[in-house]
């Protein structure tokens, strides 16, 4: 069996859980990726066959998007001639994590595919909104990467076709221990604001992950560290709590551990306000930005005691299991096949 697995490659959650999925997918056969976007900080091992700046979101440095840049960035030429190039018909089976020249490569070529992520759960309106809506944000997440069918992942099953988050084996094997510092990833913000709110809190320590660094330094009670998936995932094991974006990757992970955590969504990025209206009604404290006195919040977060940890129904192998059966099933017969291939001669 060859499998097309298109990922998302706007920030480092998509890539963790490839890297994740990848050796229970190839367990049915070849597995073949196409890593689209280009704000991705993550190195990664995946067999990339096909790659893309694809549509990505970037970020400013004090919480917000980069929509300028978004704008130099996109090119409808582009992706429409990526698009007919893609090989999906190749493929007996294709999994798409939200990307969206995947999704219209399918829908030109009569190629059926699945959605299998976070993004998908969003299908459903049972997964939790804020409580204000933003019709461009919902449009997105229904319009964006469509597939013919969906496979969610949320932090709760919300709804049928939503299932627990795959969590990195790492995290599921470790032992979690409190060393006392706090694990800090926040993309949306820059090095220089961040240093500035933790040095405020002298008496809390900090392994903050960035992009700006790439050797870990140490300036007072911050340790600065270049991003790496097995780094971060020691630290957050090691921690007593962990501050992050409102993604859905290592919140999912900080739960599981029984790990404190503050989120910080990245404003005007709908799908974070989503996650982080979850996030609260789990008992989460959500931050919407880096205030004057943020500091102060973080104090009285560290005090407060460890949340209830995330427990899991299904393990990865379950998940992909299902997917792969799902996937099989959205396959056209021999008839079907040669009825299309007539229906595109007449065409032509």
């Not at 040095?199 to 991003?227: L, S």
Request: net charge positive.
């Amino acid at each position: 069996m060859k499998i097309f697995y298109a990922v998302q490659a706007t920030g480092n959650g998509h890539i963790s859980r490839a890297v994740e999925l990848l050796p229970y997918l190839q367990q049915y056969g070849q597995v073949d990726v196409f890593l689209s976007g280009e704000n991705s900080h993550l190195p990664t091992s995946l067999p990339v066959k096909y790659k893309s700046r694809g549509v990505s979101l970037f970020y400013g440095n004090r919480g917000g998007l980069n929509y300028f840049k978004m704008w130099q960035k996109f090119s409808i030429k582009r992706i429409w001639k990526e698009a007919k190039a893609l090989p999906v018909e190749d493929y007996d089976i294709v999994i798409n994590d939200f990307e969206c020249i995947t999704s219209l490569t399918c829908k030109l070529k009569n190629k059926p595919s699945i959605q299998f992520g976070h993004q998908a759960s969003f299908k459903s309106n049972a997964a939790p909104r804020p409580q204000k809506k933003e019709w461009i944000g919902e449009w997105i997440l229904q319009n964006y990467g469509t597939a013919t069918a969906y496979f969610g992942l949320h932090f709760k099953a919300y709804d049928t076709g939503i299932f627990n988050p795959v969590i990195k084996a790492d995290i599921i094997a470790a032992k979690a221990v409190n060393n006392g510092h706090v694990t800090v990833y926040l993309s949306h913000y820059s090095k220089k604001v961040i240093t500035t709110q933790l040095h405020k809190a002298p008496g809390i320590r900090f392994e903050v992950f960035t992009k700006e660094v790439k050797t870990e330094t140490i300036e007072k009670n911050i340790r600065f560290m270049p991003i790496s998936n097995e780094g971060f995932t020691k630290s957050m094991i090691e921690s007593a709590g962990v501050i992050t974006g409102a993604g859905f990757e290592t919140p999912a992970e900080a739960l599981y551990l029984g790990k404190k955590l503050m989120c910080l969504p990245i404003r005007g990025q709908y799908e974070q306000l989503c996650n982080a209206a979850a996030l609260e009604k789990l008992g989460v404290p959500v931050v919407a930005k880096m205030h004057a006195t943020f500091f102060v919040d973080i104090a009285k977060w560290y005090d407060l005691p460890a949340p209830t940890p995330l427990t899991l129904e299904y393990s990865t192998y379950q998940l992909v299991q299902m997917v792969i059966e799902k996937a099989k099933a959205l396959q056209p017969t021999k008839n079907q096949v040669d009825e299309i291939e007539r229906s595109n001669s007449f065409a032509l």
